[in-house]
């Protein structure tokens, strides 16, 4: 079993920076791809930014150059910082870790960006 407990998220000016953390535990952190996803208002979930356990990243092209995913494997947190927040960037943001056929969320976190 693997929990994630998102934070960081909030109202932030068009413009704008916010960091999100994602703390697990519960498991071996480190042999996890991680993930942040998000959702918005009658959207489906889309992946934003990608980690592998390797540190590879990737990035969805609406967030290329804005956003950067990273982990602190002592912590066992995942960040994702986000600038330029632009208000098409508002949604709830989803923590994911995944391996093989297991994958875990956590609760997520809104972040709003207005205009």
């Known amino acids: 079993q693997v929990q994630l407990v998102e934070s960081g998220g909030g109202l932030v000016q068009f413009g704008g920076s916010l960091r999100l953390s994602c703390a697990a535990s519960g498991s071996i952190f480190s042999i996890y791809d991680m993930g942040w996803y998000r959702q918005a208002p009658g959207k489906q979930r889309e992946l934003v930014a990608g980690?592998?356990?390797?540190?590879?990243?990737n990035y969805a092209d609406s967030v290329k150059g804005r956003f950067t995913i990273f982990r602190d494997y002592a912590k066992n947190t995942v960040y994702l910082q986000m600038n330029s927040l632009k208000p098409e960037d508002t949604a709830v943001y989803f923590c994911?870790?995944?391996?093989?056929?297991?994958?875990?969320w956590g609760q997520g976190t809104q972040v709003t960006v207005s205009s």
């Open positions: 980690i592998t356990s390797g540190s590879r990243t």
């Open positions: 994911n870790a995944h391996r093989g056929s297991f994958d875990y």
